[in-house]
């Protein structure tokens, strides 16, 4: 059930349990924390203790950062006790925030201005109505929780536990984490769920949605939006398209799918160390011998938590048509250099990042018809959680592995030229206009992929974002400048 009746606007509250929160307010001495995720990060965060009880902590973290940055700088944080708690978020006429038996009147600095819940353990109720548009980040922590969100952005990381989700008008990204969840979208917000760990039942609903079950036996149901891209991974799944157009990944496992149509895309991967299964329908789709994680010339760091969200990505990739030649030509990459793609966490900056190693000689631009010298390896920096109007952020992750495929195999293209889409007023490094697959200004190359390719002016498809993005039938990026 998800009867969130109990968590009602008119419940009274006692005096000395009613505050009023000012989104606006600094303290004196602030903590001031460099955060120092990536080479040349300036950003600094300054944490202002608004409140304190034992109900809750009330925090405004405000971020420092240079003035191209992109992402939320302003934070409104609720963290509570480790207990099972009741939330609820209603406007009336400004924003309130029911926790438990108190109450926060709100002021938020600005529209842009991000509340963050933190529930940390306990078996917690949250619900967002769906006329509250502010931009919600809830991190609830151990225990089987209940989520409803609203109608603005709502980032979930539900943690452990056997939790129920359901999203409406508002998009949504979710991580349900490990244990048996049921994730539904109610609504025509557009949907991005991993289920994690676990047998996992995910939903869509009237908006496009981005489902991978994760590791686990999973029952995907795709919906009623105009694209969907269902992901079953590891595990015996049970998959049905939704009636709009889909593009699907059975992942490793026996799995059983239902209503395949010639708009379904599919991609019916099996493991590579065994046979190939045997299939009964009339066509199987684009058979793939999924490699392990192991050969992919990629390795994830960082917190166990961020290490499955990628690895679960990195996987799709490996039983995808495009994901698994770009991966297989890292892991060739990575034999002849030593050394592989790192991918580290990035957070608080709507961003990617791609650094290649340095050493003496490295040249990996491609000159007079010529390959430079590759680089030894490469470090991404990644934020799964990042968006940007998109259903999902793999194709973010896929922009950057696509340039650490040019400074791996010495096809960087050198140079500026035009931006795409009607931007030939702006100019933009011809490294990522091929990482995205748009054409250069300049002569073309012959990338050795495959022979039949004749000279291009930029990377073959599979070495592009564009060519994920027409597998997964999302529209294609016609510029790489979006302001």
């Given at each position: ?5 109990r ?29 120092n ?21 009330v ?41 438990n038996?108190?109450?926060y009147?709100?002021t ?19 619900r ?11 991190d609830s ?26 999203t409406?008008?508002g ?43 994760g ?10 939006g ?38 379904v895309?599919l ?51 490996l ?27 990035l ?14 000689h ?33 194709v ?52 050795d ?16 974002e ?18």
């Open positions: 059930m998800n009867d969130f009746s968590l009602g606007k008119s419940r009274p509250v006692m005096p000395h349990q009613e505050h009023w929160i000012d989104g606006n307010a600094e303290t004196s001495q602030p903590r001031v924390i460099p955060l995720e990536y080479p040349g990060d300036q950003r600094v965060m300054h944490i202002h203790q608004l409140q304190q009880n034992e109900n809750a902590v925090e405004r973290k405000k971020l420092e950062a240079t003035p191209d940055y992109r992402g939320p700088k302003d934070h409104l944080v609720f963290t509570t006790d480790e207990r099972s708690d009741r939330i609820h978020l209603y406007m009336t006429d400004h924003l309130v925030l029911d926790i038996d108190w109450r009147h709100l938020t600095s600005s529209p842009a201005q991000v509340l963050v819940l933190r529930t940390q353990e306990g078996d917690d109720d949250i967002i109505d769906d006329d509250v548009q502010t931009t919600v980040f809830i922590g151990p225990g089987d929780d209940r989520l409803l969100s609203g109608g603005g952005f709502t980032k979930v990381n539900a943690g452990p536990g056997n939790d129920r989700i359901f409406r008008s998009p949504s990204y979710i991580e349900a984490g490990e244990g048996d969840d049921i994730v539904t979208a109610q609504g025509p917000g557009p949907m991005t769920v991993y289920g994690g760990k676990g047998h996992d039942t995910l939903s869509g609903g009237e908006g496009v949605c981005f489902m991978d079950g590791q686990g036996d999973d029952v995907l149901i795709g919906g009623t105009h694209s969907n891209v269902l992901s079953g991974a590891e595990g015996d799944d049970q998959i049905t398209p939704g009636t709009g157009h889909t593009t699907l990944y059975t992942g490793t496992g026996t799995d059983f799918i239902t209503h395949l149509r010639p708009d895309h991609f019916n991967a099996y493991s590579a160390s065994e046979p190939a299964p045997s299939t009964l329908a009339d066509d199987p789709g684009v058979i793939i011998a999924a490699k392990g994680l192991d050969s992919c010339g990629v390795i994830v760091e960082g917190t166990p938590r961020f290490q499955e969200r990628v690895n679960d990505d990195l996987r799709l990739l039983g995808s048509g495009n994901g698994r030649q770009l991966l297989d030509a890292l892991g060739r990459a990575r034999e002849i250099a030593g050394a592989p793609v790192v991918i580290k966490e957070s608080e900056e709507e961003n990617g990042m791609c650094f290649p190693a340095r050493s003496e490295d040249n990996p631009f491609v000159t007079e018809g010529h390959a430079g010298i590759p680089v030894p390896g490469c470090t991404v920096y990644y934020d799964p959680s990042f968006l940007k109007g998109e259903v999902t952020s793999i973010h992750l896929y922009h950057e592995l696509c340039h650490a495929y040019n400074f791996m195999t010495g096809t960087v293209f050198p140079g500026y030229s035009a931006d795409g889409g009607g931007m030939a007023d702006r100019t933009v490094a011809n490294a990522e206009l091929q990482a995205v697959g748009l054409n250069i200004q300049g002569p073309p190359f012959e990338f992929t495959d022979p039949a390719l004749p000279p291009l002016i930029t990377n073959p498809t599979p070495f592009t564009n060519g994920l993005r027409q597998e997964f039938s999302i529209a294609p990026r016609k510029q790489y400048r979006s302001d």
